[in-house]
């Protein structure tokens, strides 16, 4: 299995030398740990709590950073429960928050995981594996109605054909059965595209598909505005949050909350227009091509905050 790269870490770690003796970090999207493992290294003082709803990734991550003790530590969880999760961890007051949104190149790179739309595998994108009753990608493949598929496809995947995908979709549904597998959902979209369309959408056709369908099996974009309302709660000290995410809906959720927070006086934007990878890094790291990293600064002190 392939190791993930960490991606914009000089970036987060540059926000974070802007703290002032800091002492807590949480790492809200663990995955790899590579944030926390460099944040671990820099800092001989520093504690990191992880996060991260995929069992899978705690375990790898708690086996990987064994060697920085009980300044580490690894807890299974949604980051749409930060404030509780952090409250029975015992962790108050943290100096900063980090996102990462998305999957991680451990996720896509497991077949089994249904999240690759290039090797065949269970149509399952459930980033929380243990999570018995969340629904998969297939409950979404084989139960919604043409129009919630479309809605799904053009919304969380941008997809300028969701129409056409979604019709041949349920036409292979109600003509052959249920899809079960990532390979024969492929092969029902390519069929369903005829091939001038597929050259122009130049990747592979599956690609904001297969994106769409993760986003709504895990609630992503919820999860996240979740999760900053929850930064908001926990901020009552100055406390930054940073956040790297993919996708243009998640950016612009962002955006708008950072900016709220700034004009309501919680705090300030080092910048207001988004941090993106450099050069070098767009060459050695294909997965950072639609990285965006946003940063707001709590003051601290807040009215409405939660004391601890
Ligand atoms: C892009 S990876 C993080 C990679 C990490 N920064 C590194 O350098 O190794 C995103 C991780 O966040 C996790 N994740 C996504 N949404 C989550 C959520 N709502 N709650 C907790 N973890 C989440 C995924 O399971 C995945 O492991």
């Not at 991606?7 to 970090?25: K, S, W």
């Not at 100096?95 to 996720?107: E, K, P, W």
């Not at 493949?141 to 919630?148: A, F, G, K, L, P």
Request: contains cysteine.
């Amino acid at each position: 299995m392939n190791g993930h790269i960490p991606v914009m870490l000089p970036e987060v770690c540059g926000i974070l030398e802007g703290i002032p003796a800091i002492r807590v970090v949480v790492d809200a999207t663990l995955g790899f740990g590579g944030y926390s493992e460099a944040i671990l290294s820099k800092w001989q003082k520093v504690a990191v709590i992880g996060l991260d709803q995929d069992p899978q990734a705690i375990e790898s991550a708690r086996r990987r950073l064994l060697s920085f003790g009980d300044r580490f530590r690894a807890v299974h969880g949604n980051f749409r429960d930060l404030s509780m999760i952090l409250d029975e961890a015992g962790v108050s007051a943290p100096d900063a928050v980090i996102f990462d949104l998305g999957i991680s190149s451990m996720q896509v790179d497991t077949p089994d995981r249904g999240f690759s739309f290039q090797e065949n595998g269970p149509l399952d994108m459930r980033m929380d594996n243990a999570d018995d009753h969340q629904m998969m990608a297939a409950d979404i493949v084989n139960t919604y109605s043409m129009r919630d598929l479309i809605r799904i496809f053009r919304v969380y995947g941008e997809e300028s054909f969701a129409a056409q995908i979604a019709r041949g979709i349920v036409r292979y549904r109600e003509r052959v059965g249920p899809i079960a597998q990532t390979e024969t959902l492929v092969t029902v979209i390519r069929e369903t595209l005829p091939a001038p369309v597929q050259r122009k959408m130049g990747r592979n056709p599956s690609r904001k598909i297969f994106q769409a369908l993760r986003i709504a099996v895990n609630d992503e974009l919820e999860a996240l505005e979740n999760a900053l309302n929850e930064c908001e709660e926990i901020a009552v000290n100055r406390m930054a949050v940073v956040v790297v995410s993919y996708h243009s809906l998640e950016d612009r959720i962002v955006k708008k909350k950072f900016r709220d927070w700034n004009s309501t006086g919680k705090g300030v934007l080092p910048f207001r227009r988004p941090l993106v990878p450099g050069p070098e890094e767009l060459e050695e790291n294909w997965r950072s091509r639609s990285a965006k990293l946003r940063a707001f600064h709590f003051q601290g002190d807040m009215p409405g905050g939660k004391r601890k």
